[in-house]
């Protein structure tokens, strides 16, 4: 009588996709893309937990509560417009690893940049039962920072901070747009259900106002009309709708991009006052001249003498240090203006 064999068959091991190397936006391996190891530990603001509102999501899926995290934070987080004047101020978020200090204080009244939003992004979603997330390190000198995270369903590689098509997702979900900054490495099918029933529900309503003025936004090839450039309500709705600097300068130079005959000179500044930088966006139109406080989002017209002995004696800067860029918008400057740019 033969013995029966009893065969036993291994489990076959379940494939993880994980950023292993981490790579670029495509995920294929690249020498200027890779983990950063986030050696300091921090305890996320109570305050910022508070905003964020836990309570209010209603995922049960790993998958389900990152999204809405990642779309969450894109709502809170303003970025600081400061960093491109860095060479003129002392702030911790112009260096990573002054910018460690600051992570635990950072909240939705706070400014940030790619690296806290990241580290913060990273901190909260490994605290999500399974997943698990990284920051990426881009560039030779680490000048950018996105993360990615990953389950047993999905890889996600994610960049809130960086401008697509002329927008970051910071922007892009303020003004009711749908995010583009996530690249789904595996799991594609389950992200676009989940991006269908979660996005829809975390756009904010604008008014009416704004919705009208930004409506050109939504169909990259579509132009707004030239007689409803109208900067002053612009600035104002986008203000009265909460809109912070950033995301506003990103409305204001692509607006006047959109024509083939820009209407408008648009210059990036800051004001020094007391030692502080308060970032500007500087706007020429023939002989009339304003400027948007990207702080306040006021629009001030500016008589020329005084944009003169204001701004032309070191107390304005450039962003990059742009002297050409500067030169260019001031030459052939009458002494008074004509009118008010509207």
Same mark, same amino acid.
Do not use: A, H
């Given at each position: 009588m033969k013995k029966k064999v009893c065969i036993v068959k291994k489990p076959v091991a379940e494939k993880i996709y994980r $950023?292993?190397?981490v790579g670029d936006r495509e995920g294929k391996p690249s020498p200027y893309h890779h983990e950063f190891k986030d050696d300091q530990d921090f305890i996320v603001n109570p305050t910022l937990i508070k905003q964020i509102g836990?309570?209010?999501c209603h995922e049960s899926t790993p998958?389900?509560?990152a999204l809405w995290l990642y779309m969450r934070l894109c709502q809170l987080f303003k970025y600081d417009e400061g960093i491109f004047f860095s060479s003129h101020r002392n702030h911790p978020n112009d260096d990573p690893y002054q910018s460690f200090n600051i992570a635990d204080k950072t909240t939705a009244n706070?400014?940030?940049?790619c690296f806290n $939003?990241?580290?913060i992004a990273v901190k909260l979603l490994?605290?999500?039962e399974g997943v698990h997330a990284l920051m990426i390190a881009v560039g030779l000198n680490q000048g950018h920072f996105? $993360?990615?995270?990953?389950t047993d369903q999905v890889t996600v590689d994610a960049e809130p901070t960086s401008p697509h098509h002329h927008y970051n997702d910071m922007a892009r979900v303020k003004l009711g747009l749908a995010p583009?900054?996530?690249?789904?490495?595996h799991g594609q099918a389950l992200m676009q259900d989940l991006e269908k029933r979660i996005i829809p529900t975390m756009l904010p309503k604008l008014t009416p106002d704004l919705k009208e003025q930004i409506a050109w936004l939504k169909d990259e090839t579509k132009l707004p009309e030239p007689e409803q450039i109208k900067l002053r309500p612009l600035v104002d709705n986008l203000r009265k709708n909460q809109i912070d600097g950033a995301t506003t300068l990103q409305v204001l130079i692509d607006l006047n991009k959109r024509y083939e005959k820009a209407p408008y000179k648009m210059i990036r500044a800051a004001a020094i006052n007391n030692k502080k930088i308060e970032p500007q966006l500087l706007i020429r139109k023939q002989n009339n001249l304003a400027r948007v406080d990207l702080k306040t989002i006021e629009l001030s017209n500016l008589p020329v003498p005084t944009f003169d002995a204001a701004f032309g004696h070191g107390d304005m800067v450039y962003a990059d240090d742009g002297a050409e860029d500067y030169l260019d918008f001031v030459i052939g400057l009458s002494a008074t203006n004509e009118c008010e740019i509207k």
């Open positions: $950023f292993d190397p836990w309570e209010n998958e389900g509560k706070t400014l940030t940049t $939003f990241s580290r490994n605290q999500i996105r $993360f990615g995270y990953y583009v900054g996530l690249q789904v490495l």
